[in-house]
């Protein structure tokens, strides 16, 4: 495949702010001054723009308008490492377009999210009405890691601050094929488990002398992957438990393991609680072994956000309304995948709504997307701007 450079003036804005980006190495939680960047261009707009550091992580808090309508735009600008750098056919962090792809680290997820918001908000902003929206930006360089100072950060500061987000758009890339066939509107939560399982060790000739600690941990399994959990609706899927590693330590083939270390983990439906869930599990462990131990991390709760009646401040309606006039269909409405930054910002007040490009090549090597989804995507941006905060 014949690659070439970017062009120096790059055909639409939104392509130029994503060749900006993508050049800059910004593995998680390193920022490698995307947000710099961000603030510079966002100033000049008229932003007053915050940047924290908080251990290790940067984040980005920036406020245009002093309207009630509180409308926010998150996003990250960290990305996963490139991987092997001899499997990418270019340089990783040198974007280029080849036969109208782009390619690069950040390409899909979700640098182009962020350039295509840019653009957008060039174009719109001497159009919007600071009277009648705040509008907000939102981003970190924690998203692809543990995620525990940035969004998450982000969202407590509002909170203290007394501001309370009616509408939040997530860039992330959200589509299967092209840009706008499918929007999220909610994701299921996760939780992961550690059991500990305690046997006795023996001679595997004289069992009646041990206790097999790998039979008790395999009730516990039973009982846990055979539990009812809810199974969901045409909306949003149900609950799925799986075990993800087993571990007795040293083997031997004549010696009856003492000890069994379970991993597990569970998506679970907005139906549930973190703690709601974790008080289920612990009751069906200890209902097989009442001295196994368990503990519970990485916990990521569920959210799904509902159409507002009142179609002028529902997100969902202004976004289908703007991938309508810019595909000409209307969007798959989904809340598959795995976790995202939105449900730190989810509410029964605040909607979120994940619309970016497609998301077939994410944390792949040689991830790319086609030029026209990010030109689609702008042009969707900027009609969900005028929707919410136009004049």
């Known amino acids: 495949m014949s690659i070439q450079p970017l062009p120096s003036i790059a055909p639409a804005r939104s392509i130029y702010f994503a060749e900006v980006l993508m050049a800059r190495a910004s593995i998680t939680p390193q920022d490698a001054g995307c947000q710099s960047y961000l603030i510079y261009k966002l100033e000049k707009l008229g932003f007053v723009c915050e940047k924290h550091s908080i251990n290790g992580v940067s984040n980005l808090v920036a406020r245009w308008g002093q309207g009630p ?229 990485r916990p990521c709760e569920a959210y799904l956000s509902k159409p507002n009646s009142n179609a002028e401040h529902c997100l969902i309606a202004c976004v289908e309304k703007a991938i309508r006039g810019a595909t000409g269909r209307y969007p798959v409405i989904s809340t598959s995948g795995g976790t995202s930054d939105g449900r730190f910002f989810a509410s029964e007040h605040t909607q979120v709504v994940e619309v970016g490009v497609p998301n077939t090549t994410i944390h792949q090597i040689n991830e790319h997307i086609h030029v026209s989804d990010l030109l689609t995507l702008e042009d969707i941006y900027t009609d969900i701007l005028k929707f919410v905060g136009g004049r």
């Open 69 to 297: 309508v509180q409308f926010a735009f998150s996003g990250h600008t960290d990305v996963v490492p490139p991987g092997p750098l001899d499997k990418w056919k270019s340089p990783p962090f040198s974007p280029v377009i080849s036969k109208n792809k782009l390619y690069g680290r950040g390409a899909a997820d979700m640098k182009t999210g962020i350039a295509a918001m840019l653009a957008a908000t060039e174009r719109t902003i001497a159009s919007l009405d600071k009277e009648k929206v705040s509008f907000w930006w939102l981003i970190t360089s924690d998203e692809e890691g543990e995620a525990e100072w940035g969004s998450k950060w982000i969202a407590e500061y509002l909170a203290s601050k007394n501001v309370q987000l009616d509408m939040c758009l997530v860039g992330e890339p959200s589509a299967s094929a092209s840009t706008g066939d499918t929007i999220k509107i909610g994701r299921r939560g996760s939780l992961s488990g550690t059991i500990h399982i305690a046997g006795k060790q023996g001679h595997v000739a004289y069992p009646k002398a041990a206790v097999n600690a790998i039979h008790k941990a395999s009730n516990v399994i039973n009982a846990l992957t055979k539990y009812p959990f809810d199974k969901g609706s045409d909306d949003f899927p149900g609950t799925t438990l799986q075990i993800t590693h087993m571990d007795t330590g040293s083997f031997t083939d004549n010696i009856v393991p003492s000890a069994v270390r379970v991993e597990f983990n569970v998506r679970y439906s907005w139906q549930f609680d973190q703690n709601g869930l974790a008080t289920l599990l612990r009751s069906i462990i200890k209902s097989v072994d009442t001295e196994a131990e368990v503990s519970f991390s």
